[in-house]
């Protein structure tokens, strides 16, 4: 079996309060698919999504989504808002030229 064919745990946050979650066993390929056919009004409008599976304590804001409530990690996910480059063009491609992410 390939990675993108590996399940992964994620776990979904409504928005950035993370105040409830759900959590699911994808595939990359099921997540890259989830991903490209989520869309909202605004950014701030998306839910947020984490590659770990997390337990139930909440921050003194009642958030779950925190570094203490972290079970397993499956991955890591970043954000970048500067708008300047993309995952896949940059002034020194690193990795020999290859992008940072492919969609399957």
Not at 10 to 38: G, W
Not at 60 to 76: E, F, P
């Amino acid at each position: 079996m390939s990675a993108p064919d590996l399940p992964i745990a994620v776990a979904f946050f409504p928005n950035y309060a993370a105040a409830t979650k759900t959590e699911e066993y994808l595939t990359l390929s099921d997540l890259a698919e989830c991903i490209r056919h989520t869309s909202a009004s605004g950014k701030d409008a998306l839910p947020w999504l984490k590659l770990a599976r997390l337990g139930d304590t909440r921050t003194s804001k009642g958030s779950l989504r925190h570094d203490a409530n972290m079970q397993a990690t499956s991955g890591i996910e970043g954000d970048y808002d500067a708008k300047r480059v993309t995952l896949c063009t940059h002034e020194r491609p690193p990795y020999e030229g290859r992008p940072l992410a492919e969609s399957p």
